[in-house]
């Protein structure tokens, strides 16, 4: 077969040879056919065993997961379980077969239509929200039915590059993490979540890639390069014998990062950084110590929300946040309430879809509509105080007023627990992501209402620069070094100066090793990223002086355009990095 290569989006960083594991998300198209009486009983037949060998998928999924995976995912599984023998289900499947001389797939459709549309019709939201279940129930079967094959990153066998359309982020919940070597996507762009998800895994990935799915078989050999967003299928020899010359190269520049774990984030002059790790999962807060990290920079809460039955309890919130206090003290948590909605698929799926889901109920927005939520999560996280250093941290805060009824429902739950007696950190510190323009023009306004800010650059570039951060075709003109964008990341320096707040970045921004320099010239003082990135960053910050940071993110202010700015940060890495800029 032909080499060929498609050119995405680095995702996350390395460089993986590999066999393919294409994930086939397309829904199975059904043949609904009339049958003749004669044929019932086979149908009926083949239907139960269809069920049959779902469950016992299931099944073995879960003893398989229960080993890797915390009881809280499990019971998704148990849900499944549970609607295979349901009779709404399996019992009017089979007298549709019987009654309408149906073929089974037929028959199954006909129900989960039926069923789909009971569940539309009830009142409470989140039972509705159960519809996806048996929708996902029903694939399965379908799939069991027509021989297709059952496509879950939980069930790949041997070690794969898994090529797919996108990734959801419930896939992690099931991902066997050492079996699946790189990812490489059509959809996506780096700050994604599918690629925030794999830097945070440290599973090389190229997103982006606009039509690798159609270009690739289960089998084929390919190259993913995540650093440049490459990926080769079916190499020649030569471009095999180049690939394995980088990665190996790749592998000794990391080796040689890892020697920094120890030493502190400071530059030539003295002047310290903190360096702390982006998580979504407790599981990450050590590997986030493995890497040199000093603390959690941002606990992205709402993988707690993801794929469940039910919403999580006030104890499973607790849980959670002690576990990854007690992980990290002495060093702090930044916990960030619940940022469901834009790319983050959730309770969201619970409402009607929204026209413009980045701009429509989501994070603080969500959280102050249904209070309740809220409350829950905030005595989780109040009571987590007393076993470590916790921050909070809401997201997508506009204005003050909105700031101004998160302190409210803050004070309330205080309240409420200094009324049952429970304790809590009474001095927790309260700070706000800055990742909507508006937040960020009146950034002098919010510095002196709150503790500390944290940038999150990933929204504010999606919104000062209108592109989709989620949308593979305007990805190129996602832009951090936008003289607009660098704007208001200096007025939210000096406003954070003037209030002698701390100013941190937890966008992917904060992560880059070109940027690093910059960063440090405008006055950030603490940096959060995905884990890998930890090591990079903290070579540049060890080998600069602060004044020349300084000079630096002066001259970057100075350029008219992305392009130009871009120029004159490579040139700088270049010049004081040249081992660095040679794995950009
Ligand atoms: C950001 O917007 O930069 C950020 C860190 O939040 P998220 O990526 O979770 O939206
Ligand atoms: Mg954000």
Redesign the pocket.
């Known amino acids: 077969m032909d080499e060929k290569i498609y050119r995405g989006i680095g995702a996350s960083p390395g460089i993986v040879i590999g066999r393919a594991y294409l994930l086939d998300r397309r829904k199975v198209v059904v043949a609904g056919q009339r049958i003749g009486e004669v044929n019932v009983k086979d149908e009926v037949a083949c239907f139960k065993k269809a069920v049959e060998v779902s469950k016992a998928q299931l099944e073995e999924l879960k003893k398989r997961l229960s080993k890797d995976l915390g009881k809280s995912h499990i019971y998704i599984l148990e849900t499944l379980i549970m609607l295979l023998e349901d009779k709404m289900l399996i019992d009017s499947t089979v007298k549709r077969i019987k009654e309408s001389l149906l073929n089974a797939e037929g028959a199954l459709k006909g129900t989960i239509t039926v069923i789909a549309q009971k569940f539309d019709a009830i009142e409470d939201e989140y039972l509705r929200g159960r519809k996806h279940d048996v929708e996902q129930i029903g694939e399965r079967i379908m799939r069991n039915l027509v021989g297709h094959k059952q496509e879950s990153l939980a069930e790949i066998g041997n070690e794969a590059v898994v090529i797919a359309h996108d990734l959801a982020p419930t896939d992690t919940l099931v991902m066997r993490k050492d079996k699946i070597l790189a990812f490489a996507t059509d959809a996506g762009s780096r700050?994604s979540?599918t690629a925030?998800l794999a830097r945070s895994l440290g599973i090389p990935a190229a997103v982006g890639l606009n039509k690798i799915t159609e270009a690739v078989k289960t089998g084929d050999v390919v190259i993913v390069d995540g650093i440049h967003g490459v990926v080769v299928v079916s190499p020649e020899e030569e471009t095999f014998l180049d690939f394995l010359k980088k990665q190996r190269r790749y592998k000794y520049f990391e080796q040689e990062l890892d020697k920094l774990r120890e030493l502190p984030a400071e530059t030539l002059d003295g002047h310290v950084v903190h360096l702390q790790g982006?998580i979504e999962l407790p599981d990450e807060v050590m590997s986030v110590v493995e890497h040199g990290g000093t603390g959690i920079g941002?606990y992205?809460t709402?993988f707690l929300f993801l794929d469940r039955p039910k919403l999580p309890t006030e104890e499973e919130h607790y849980n959670a946040y002690r576990q990854v206090a007690e992980k990290a003290a002495p060093q702090e948590v930044v916990i960030?309430t619940f940022?469901v909605g834009?790319?983050?698929i959730g309770l969201m799926d619970n409402f009607e879809k929204e026209a413009n889901p980045a701009l429509g109920l989501r994070?603080i927005r969500f959280s102050l509509y249904k209070k309740d939520i809220f409350k829950t999560q905030l005595r989780g996280i109040l009571r987590a105080t007393v076993h470590g250093n916790i921050k909070l941290l809401y997201?997508?805060i506009s204005g003050i007023p909105e700031l101004h009824e998160a302190k409210k429902v803050l004070d309330e739950v205080k309240q409420e627990l200094r009324n049952e007696g429970i304790a809590f950190d009474e001095q927790v510190k309260v700070g706000i992501?800055i990742?909507i323009p508006s937040a960020a023009m009146i950034s002098d306004l919010l510095a002196v209402e709150v503790d500390f800010f944290?940038?999150?650059?990933?929204?504010?570039?999606?919104y000062t620069l209108a592109i989709d951060?989620q949308n593979e075709h305007v990805a190129y003109l996602y832009e951090p070094l936008d003289p607009a964008v660098l704007r208001l990341l200096k007025q939210v320096s000096a406003a954070a100066h003037h209030a002698r707040i701390p100013l941190a970045m937890?966008?992917?921004?904060a992560g880059d090793p070109l940027y690093a320099a910059i960063l440090l010239g405008l006055g950030f003082d603490h940096l959060s990223m995905n884990v890998a990135s930890i090591p990079w960053v903290k070579k540049v910050v060890r080998s600069v002086r602060m004044y020349d940071a300084v000079e630096l993110a002066q001259l970057i202010m100075q350029q008219p355009t992305a392009a130009l700015a871009r120029k004159t940060a490579e040139t700088f890495v270049q010049e004081r990095f040249p081992d660095i800029a040679a794995e950009l």
Not at 454 to 462: A, E, F, Y
Not at 506 to 509: P, V
């Open positions: 700050t979540h925030i982006n941002l992205r709402e960030r940022d834009g790319d983050k994070a997201p997508m992501m990742e944290s940038v999150g650059t990933n929204d504010l570039i999606q951060r937890c966008g992917e921004m």
